[in-house]
């Protein structure tokens, strides 16, 4: 099943006290995946205290990569990609675990 957008929120929970680290190394990778044929939006966020009630409580040894996707092809191969394996490689005495959410805009969703 194709849709026309692809949203990704990437929930990346690292090491206490590595995360300038990490986002040294994401910075490092970031012109690459931009690069990429099918990337929209591709960047990392952390929490804010905003003071918003409902608000989850700030995690200071989160990364959150928001990203947008033309497709779940070039999803798929921006998985793939030599670039991502190294960056991998390189954060992977950072993280304990990844989460993905990957999400299609309702009005993309075939009935």
Known sequence: ?????IHVIAAIELHPGTRDRF????ARLEPEVHAEVGCIEY???V??????????????DVVTVVETWSSIETLAAHGAAPHMQAYRERVRDFV?????QVLAPVNAVPA
Do not use: C
């Open 47 to 60: 929490d804010l205290v905003s003071g918003v009630p409902g608000q989850v409580p700030v995690r200071p």
């Open 96 to 100: 304990i675990r990844v989460t993905l």
């Open 1 to 5: 099943m194709e849709f026309i957008l």
């Open 43 to 45: 960047g990392a966020a």
């Open 23 to 26: 986002l040294r190394e994401f």
